[in-house]
C-alpha cells in the first residue's frame, strides 16, 4: 500500500461516525448517567446494522472481530477474585501488614503499596483494588490516621505494577492478543521500567503527602487469629495461583493462549472447592465489565472493516519509517495524556489495528507495542478518570466523606490533579529516558514474527 491511496467513501464516514458519537457517550458517562456498556452495546448494535446496509460489515465479521481471549481470561481471573474474597485471606493480610508496621505510616504505605502491586501482577488491578480500598479505610481509621495517601497509592501502584505484566491490566491483555506477545516477554521488557517507575512513585507519594505521613497514629487493636474464616478455600487459592504462574510462563512453549491458563486454574478451583455454591461466585464476577469489551471489539472490528483505520494509519506512517523512536516516545506521551483524560480501554482498542496495518506492510512495529503498554497503563494516573481503579477509589472516598460527614476525606478532582498528576508526568519522563536508552532492547523483534 502506497501512502495516501486510500480515498474517503461512505463506510469509511458511517464507521467513523459511529466510533466517535459511541467514544464520546462513553467519556461523558458522568454527564448522561448512562452506563459505558449500555454506550458501547448501542455503538455495537448500530455498527453492524450500518455495515449491513452499506455492505462493509455483518454479524459473522462481528463475531470474528471478538477477542475472546481477553473476555474469557478476564471472566476467569474475576471469578477465582471471586472465590478468594469471602475466606478473610485478604483481610489477615493487611491486618499482618498494618501490625508489622508499627504505626511507621510510610513503611505502612511502602508495604501496603508493595502487596497492592505484587497482587496486581497477576489480578488486573480494578479486582486489587476493590480488595484492598475498604481494607485500607479500616487499617486507617483503627490507627485515626488520614486513609487518601493509602488510597490514593493503592490506585497508583496498582495501575503501576499492572503495567509489568499480561494479565495485570486489561489493555495489555489486548495488546499481547493482539500482537501474540508471551507472558515471559512481556515481564522482560517491561518489568524493568515498573520497577523503576514503582520506586519513583513510593518517594514522590513520600514527598506529596509528607504532612499526612509524619502523623503519630494511635495504637490500633487488631484481631490476631480467626481472621481467615475458610482456610481451605484461601490457601487451595494460593497453591492454584502459584502453579498458574508457573503456566502463565510457560504458556506460549505449550501453544496455549493465557485464557487456558486462567480457565484451567478456576477449574481446578471449582472442583477443591466443589461443595460451595457457584452461583454465588458468579454473580460477583462484573458482567458489565466483560460486555463492554464484546461490544468494543464489535465496535472496532466495523471502523476496521471499512478502512477508517487503514486511512489514518498512512498519514502517521511516514514518522514511523523515517524515526522509530520519536514516533515510539510521540506515542507513549500521546497515549498517556488521551488516556489520562478518557478511559485506556477503548484507545488500547482503536489504536491496535493501526498498529497491525503497520506490520502487514513490512514495519518492525515491536517497538510501538511497548510504548503504547507503557503510555496507556503510566497515564492512567493522570486523572481521577484515568483508569477504573481510580475511579473505584474515588467513588469509595467520597461514600466515605458522606458516612462521616467530613468532605476533606474525599479525593476531589482538584486533589487528583495536585497528587496524582505530577507521579503520571515523573514515570512517564523516566519511562522515556529508559526506552531512549535502551531502545535497542525494545526493538528487538517479537519471537514468531
Given at each position: 500500500m502506497e501512502h495516501h491511496d486510500l480515498i474517503w467513501?461512505?463506510?469509511?464516514?458511517?464507521?467513523?461516525l459511529i466510533l466517535v458519537l459511541t467514544f464520546v457517550g462513553i467519556f461523558t458517562e458522568s454527564l448522561h448517567g448512562m452506563h459505558r456498556?449500555?454506550?458501547?452495546?448501542?455503538?455495537a448494535a448500530a455498527m453492524v446494522f450500518s455495515g449491513q446496509i452499506f455492505g462493509f460489515y455483518d454479524p459473522e465479521r462481528a463475531i470474528e472481530a471478538i477477542d475472546w481471549n481477553v473476555v474469557f481470561l478476564l471472566g476467569c481471573m474475576m471469578t477465582i477474585v471471586a472465590i478468594m474474597?469471602?475466606?478473610?485471606?485478604?483481610?489477615?493480610?493487611?491486618?499482618?501488614?498494618?501490625?508489622?508496621?508499627?504505626?511507621?505510616?510510610?513503611?505502612?504505605?511502602?508495604?501496603?503499596g508493595t502487596a497492592v502491586t505484587v497482587i496486581s501482577l497477576l489480578l488486573d488491578n480494578v479486582t486489587t483494588v476493590v480488595i484492598f480500598g475498604p481494607l485500607i479505610v479500616l487499617i486507617c481509621q483503627a490507627l485515626r490516621v488520614n486513609p487518601i495517601p493509602f488510597l490514593l497509592a493503592a490506585a497508583l501502584l496498582s495501575d503501576t505494577g499492572g503495567v509489568a505484566t499480561l494479565v495485570g491490566d486489561p489493555p495489555n491483555l489486548m495488546i499481547g492478543s493482539a500482537a501474540g506477545i508471551d507472558f515471559n516477554t512481556f515481564f522482560l521488557r517491561m518489568g524493568g521500567i515498573v520497577f523503576v517507575a514503582w520506586i519513583a512513585t513510593i518517594f514522590g507519594l513520600?514527598?506529596?503527602f509528607r504532612e499526612q505521613l509524619s502523623a503519630t497514629p494511635e495504637k490500633p487493636d487488631f484481631p490476631d487469629t480467626g481472621m481467615i474464616t475458610d482456610k481451605k478455600t484461601w490457601y487451595a487459592a494460593l497453591g492454584v495461583l502459584g502453579v498458574m504462574v508457573v503456566f502463565f510462563i510457560f504458556h506460549h512453549a505449550l501453544h496455549w493462549e493465557a485464557?487456558?491458563?486462567?480457565?484451567?486454574?478456576?477449574?481446578a478451583l471449582m472442583l477443591i472447592t466443589y461443595k460451595s455454591s457457584l452461583d454465588e461466585y458468579l454473580a460477583e464476577v462484573e458482567l458489565s465489565l466483560l460486555l463492554f469489551f464484546v461490544s468494543l471489539f464489535v465496535m472496532i472490528g466495523g471502523v476496521e472493516n471499512s478502512h477508517f483505520?487503514?486511512?489514518?494509519?498512512?498519514?502517521?506512517q511516514p514518522i514511523v519509517e523515517t524515526d522509530m523512536l520519536t514516533a515510539c516516545l510521540l506515542l507513549m506521551w500521546g497515549a498517556a495524556f488521551l488516556s489520562a483524560a478518557i478511559d485506556n480501554i477503548p484507545f488500547t482498542a482503536a489504536m491496535i489495528p493501526i498498529i497491525l496495518g503497520m506490520e502487514a506492510q513490512g514495519i518492525p512495529v515491536t517497538p510501538l507495542w511497548w510504548s503504547l503498554a507503557i503510555g496507556v497503563g503510566m497515564?492512567?494516573?493522570?486523572?481521577?478518570?484515568?483508569?477504573?481503579?481510580?475511579?473505584?477509589?474515588?467513588?469509595?472516598?467520597?461514600?466515605?466523606?458522606?458516612?462521616?460527614?467530613?468532605?476533606?476525606?474525599a479525593i476531589t478532582p482538584?486533589?487528583?490533579?495536585?497528587?496524582?498528576?505530577?507521579i503520571m508526568l515523573l514515570t512517564l519522563s523516566i519511562s522515556t529516558i529508559i526506552m531512549w536508552i535502551f531502545f535497542d532492547f525494545f526493538a528487538v523483534p517479537l519471537p514468531n514474527h
Open positions: 467513501n461512505m463506510p469509511m464516514g458511517v464507521s467513523a456498556t449500555k454506550v458501547a452495546m448501542a455503538g474474597i469471602p475466606t478473610g485471606g485478604f483481610q489477615a493480610l493487611a491486618y499482618k501488614i498494618a501490625d508489622f508496621s508499627k504505626g511507621r505510616l510510610f513503611l505502612l504505605l511502602v508495604l501496603m513520600k514527598f506529596l485464557w487456558v491458563v486462567a480457565a484451567l486454574g478456576l477449574t483505520l487503514e486511512y489514518i494509519a498512512q498519514f502517521i497515564g492512567g494516573n493522570g486523572t481521577h478518570l484515568g483508569s477504573t481503579a481510580n475511579v473505584f477509589i474515588v467513588t469509595l472516598t467520597e461514600r466515605l466523606a458522606e458516612k462521616e460527614n467530613k468532605p476533606s476525606l482538584g486533589m487528583w490533579f495536585r497528587k496524582g498528576s505530577p
